[in-house]
């Protein structure tokens, strides 16, 4: 996209050139003759310079300069004037304007000049883009993430959050899922009803049935009052089965029956109660495996699984590490009222380099501890944790560029094979001990490789049966 810029001044001829001039440099002109005309263009069009002249018809442009630093901040303006003294730099300055060119105009400076400003508001609108992505994430709740494996949980929440239909969320411990489970709850027509989370894995099996599905007055010993359990008391909102995967057998046969009828009878009780609750399940188990090994009902798997959306591992989202760990930054910063503003290059590489293990929970963990530790104004490598600052990435092979470059296993192999044969000076008994091979299974390795030729006559076993090739 071209450059836009809105030039004002009130004279025609040297509106024409303007334009005429700019425009064989690529840039997008229009132009205005006056103040007034200006901010009407400006009110409808969003130019990414403004270039005035100071004295505009009926009107100052340093005035106008100050109505547009009022109005419109993010945009750079550039003031024309015949007279290049102190005391009027002084007054565009103070007007708000980015810069300020003497007449005649000398189009090369004009063009050094808009070149700048437009770097100026590029910057400024990635600035403000930032800072809107950290205040309002677009998953919505606190989820944060601009890489292309979050792009799709995004768009996959956007189809299905105002839907009914049952969502079964997966992913590694820490990566957010109950984040996106309230993302779903929030854009959903429930948004209004309550949302309640239950931890699976944190209660006993007859606790987790009474907290489900309620229980009636004297169904056990500490029952001293009936309780509607939470499918009924969420009625209207969300629920959320965190750790699904963790459920007994006994249990999951009574949920499936419930979320099929959609009523629910309480522990100790003989009645049914109807509810109305969309049931969202997380779980970071592979539950498919888990069917097959016969510790999650297969119908019961499909029951919860109507649309399924995965939350992609922190070392999977690229850049997103720095983006949410400024989040974090900037949430223990305000906690503790120190003015730590952002991390230093060395910290970020750190950062990106290394895997996070446990997602997103971990990084949170780093980033409070580092902004607890720091006395700079910017996290520094020595305020982040031992395993962090240590860590080395030892690349088997160069990451391609593109799926062409990718390897096949064999491939693979016999690279990694050839290069410890390096590493060891060409000594095939002290390679096959530490690819942890027999000598003649090295040896037929490197013959399939091209590497060796047999030795006439003479068999497999022996150092002296190949020469390399």
Known sequence: MPNEILFIDDEPEMRDLVKETLGARGFSVSVAASANEGLARLAESNPDVIVTDVNLEGSSGLDFCKQVNVSRPDVPVIVVTAFGSME??????????????????????????????????????????????????????????????????????????????????????????????RALHEKSRRANGPFVALNCAALPETILESELFGHVRGAFTDARNSKPGLLVSASGGTLLLDEIGEMTPSTQVKLLRALQERTVRPVGGEQEVPFDVRVIA???????????????????????????????????????????????????????????????????????AYDFPGNVRELQNCVERAVALTQFDQITVEDLPEKVREHRTVPTSPTPDSPDELLSLDELERRYVLRVLRAVSGNKTLAAQVLGLDRRTLYRRLERYGELRPTRGVGLDGPETHTDA
Do not use: C, W
């Not at 105009?105 to 403000?128: N, W």
């Open 88 to 181: 009027m730099a002084v007054g565009a300055i103070r007007a708000g304007a980015y810069d300020f060119i003497t007449k005649p105009l000398d189009m090369e400076q004009l063009v050094l000049t808009l070149g700048r400003a437009t770097q100026l508001r590029r910057l400024r609108d990635e600035v403000k883009r930032l800072r809107e992505q950290v205040a309002t994430p677009r998953g919505g709740g606190s989820i944060l993430g601009e890489s292309p494996a979050m792009q799709k949980v995004y768009e996959l929440v956007e189809r299905v959050a105002d839907s009914e239909a049952t969502v079964l969320v997966t992913g590694e411990s820490g990566t957010g899922k109950e984040l996106v489970a």
């Open 282 to 352: 997380a779980t970071n188990r592979d539950l498919e495996q888990e069917v097959v090994a016969h510790r999650f009902r297969e119908d019961l798997y499909y029951r919860i699984n109507v649309v399924h959306v995965h939350v992609p591992p922190l070392r999977a989202r690229g850049n997103d590490v720095l983006l949410i760990a400024q989040a974090f930054l900037r949430r223990f910063a305000e906690q503790s009222g120190k003015a730590v503003r952002g991390f230093s290059s060395q910290a970020a590489d750190r950062l990106l």
